[in-house]
């Protein structure tokens, strides 16, 4: 039983990566892209989330300042939501973007902003948040 459910669900991810890498490849390769000249332009990239996704910005930050794939110099990026991910978890997405919003404030207008969220409710309050702030945001 145990097994099954296990070769289910590692076949529904393979599934998943499948249809990202022939639906999403362009769009993801534009905000690599997006990161990368804003690194080579003095910016900086934050990342927030709640839940575990603040585990997931805290894991991206570390990777982009420590060494990913390859040795280099750390790269500057940090995750607004250092406190704990249980902390993040039980916050109000309303509290959470005005978190961030505060917290934007104090950076150049060179950096990238990720914003990591499962529930869809609050992806659109971010999404609607940050593309009104920041001029040209990618969606």
Same mark, same amino acid.
């Given at each position: 039983?145990?097994?099954?459910?296990?070769?289910?669900?590692?076949?529904?991810?393979?599934?998943?990566?499948?249809?990202?890498?022939?639906?999403?490849?362009?769009?993801?390769?534009?905000?690599?892209?997006?990161?990368?000249?804003?690194?080579?332009?003095?910016?900086?990239?934050?990342?927030?989330?709640?839940? /575990?996704?603040?585990?997931?910005?805290?894991?991206?930050?570390?990777?982009?300042?420590?060494? @990913?794939?390859?040795?280099?110099?750390?790269?500057?990026?940090?995750?607004?939501?250092?406190?704990?991910?249980?902390?993040?978890?039980?916050?109000?997405?309303?509290?959470?973007?005005? @978190?961030?919003? /505060?917290?934007?404030?104090?950076?150049?207008?060179?950096?990238?902003? @990720?914003?990591?969220?499962?529930?869809?409710?609050?992806?659109?309050?971010?999404?609607?948040?940050?593309?009104?702030?920041?001029?040209?945001?990618?969606?």
């Amino acid at each position: 039983m145990m097994q099954e459910e296990v070769v289910r669900q590692l076949q529904a991810s393979a599934r998943l990566k499948t249809a990202m890498a022939e639906t999403l490849a362009d769009d993801i390769a534009g905000a690599a892209r997006m990161v990368a000249d804003a690194f080579r332009g003095g910016g900086k990239v934050l990342i927030v989330g709640n839940g /575990g996704s603040a585990a997931d910005a805290q894991h991206i930050a570390g990777e982009l300042v420590g060494r @990913f794939r390859m040795d280099r110099a750390a790269l500057p990026a940090i995750a607004l939501t250092t406190d704990t991910s249980v902390l993040t978890s039980v916050a109000k997405t309303a509290a959470m973007i005005t @978190f961030s919003a /505060g917290s934007w404030k104090r950076w150049p207008p060179k950096a990238i902003f @990720f914003s990591l969220s499962a529930p869809a409710a609050a992806r659109r309050a971010y999404s609607r948040r940050w593309t009104r702030r920041v001029p040209g945001a990618w969606p």
